[in-house]
């Protein structure tokens, strides 16, 4: 089990530009996933990415906004978003899949980790 800590949310306006951070507490081989959950809504997959950085997967509502990447020295996965809009208000959960050899998956079920959440908000 690895504890997740995420961080950078919060208040932006409408083409804005936001960094979140998800620490891990420990070096991990694990394919690493970033998920959002708007108010009343199901959690749903933003972007992941694999052990290596070899392999990233994007939601079609952020492909072109938002990078994932990760720094394995520092046990930290990183996802930078551009050009945000209201409809990107939401709590950011990062995650960590334990099993899969590393590869990135888009289901929040195949994910064994999570943090607790990280809040950003766009005005209009």
């Known amino acids: 089990q690895v504890q997740l800590v995420e961080s950078g949310g919060g208040l932006v306006q409408a083409g804005d530009s936001l960094r979140l951070s998800c620490a891990a507490s420990?070096?991990?081989?694990?394919?690493m996933g970033w998920f959002r959950q708007a108010p009343g809504k199901e959690r749903t997959f933003v972007a992941a990415?694999?052990?290596?950085?070899?392999?990233?997967e994007y939601a079609d509502s952020v492909k072109g906004r938002f990078t994932i990447s990760r720094d394995n020295a520092k046990n930290t996965v990183y996802l930078q978003m551009s050009s945000l809009k209201p409809e990107d208000t939401a709590a950011y959960y990062c995650?960590?899949?334990?099993?899969?050899?590393?590869?990135?998956?888009?289901?929040?079920?195949?994910?064994?980790?999570w943090g607790q959440g990280t809040q950003v908000t766009v005005s209009e």
């Open positions: 995650a960590a899949r334990q099993i899969g050899w590393g590869v990135p998956s888009t289901l929040p079920r195949e994910y064994d980790d």
């Open positions: 420990r070096r991990t081989f694990s394919a």
């Open positions: 990415i694999s052990w290596n950085g070899g392999n990233i």
